[in-house]
């Protein structure tokens, strides 16, 4: 079993859809939640950064983490074609350290006009 | 730009040669990464220095591989004897410490032939 499992789509949505993206991971060890997004022939970069069980919202983005279920999501509201792209959950070893970064495999998100 | 930079972007070779890719990583960042990720995956941590330390290594990271930061700045990776396998796209990730956020390059994308 991988550390982290997401379903890697591909997801395709109208413009202005709500769109939810989910990992679970098996490491309950694991303290710090984060997604990447990461464009066509890009690195990926940081869109949000949660510590622990919650909510954290951040514009249209809004991170969930329910470590009770291992389970951690990324909502993406009013969603737009410039948000189309393979978004990353990952998560850091060795809890506050940051460490090396086990990421999901990724989902395809294609919003499109 | 002021971001991690990678260099070359793309390099195509033949099985059984030796390629070295090169990662310069944002300034005064003293921890450096490598990550290999291949299509439809998410990236795979290979190995991380603290300033030129290196500290942790991937058991992906086989005796055909080597990493180097001398002078705790930029850093090279080398692979040696290639394999079609080694076909992947290679990320480098700097951050200011072991509680921050990491940056990525662009990648280097390697085709083995």
């Known amino acids: 079993q991988k550390e982290v499992e997401q379903d890697p789509g591909p997801l395709s949505v109208p413009e202005g859809a709500i769109v939810s993206l989910n990992c679970t991971y098996s490491?309950?060890?694991?303290?710090?939640f984060m997604w990447y997004r990461q464009y066509s022939r890009k690195g990926p970069e940081l869109l949000m950064y949660t510590y622990s069980s919650g909510n954290k919202e951040d514009g249209r983005f809004t991170a969930q983490v329910d470590k009770s279920s291992k389970y951690i999501s990324l909502f993406i509201r009013d969603s737009q074609p410039s948000d189309s792209a393979t978004y990353l959950c990952?998560?850091?070893?060795?809890?506050?350290?940051?460490?090396?970064?086990?990421f999901g495999r990724g989902t395809q998100l294609t919003v499109w006009p | 730009d002021t971001g991690v930079s990678q260099d070359p972007r793309h390099k195509i070779t033949k099985r059984g040669q030796n390629v070295t890719f090169r990662c310069d990583p944002i300034s005064e960042h003293n921890r450096l990464y490598w990550y290999r990720q291949t299509l439809g995956q998410g990236p795979e941590f290979l190995t991380y220095f603290q300033n030129e330390a290196q500290l942790e290594k991937s058991r992906l990271l086989s005796d055909r591989f080597s990493a180097e930061r001398p002078k705790g700045s930029f850093s090279t990776l080398e692979i040696q004897r290639t394999e079609q396998g080694d076909s992947a796209m290679y990320l480098c990730a700097s951050s200011p410490g072991p509680y921050n956020e990491q940056f990525f390059g662009p990648g280097t994308r390697l085709t083995v032939l």
């Open positions: 990952a998560m850091p070893d060795r809890g506050s350290t940051l460490g090396r970064l086990y």
């Open positions: 490491n309950s060890a694991f303290q710090y």
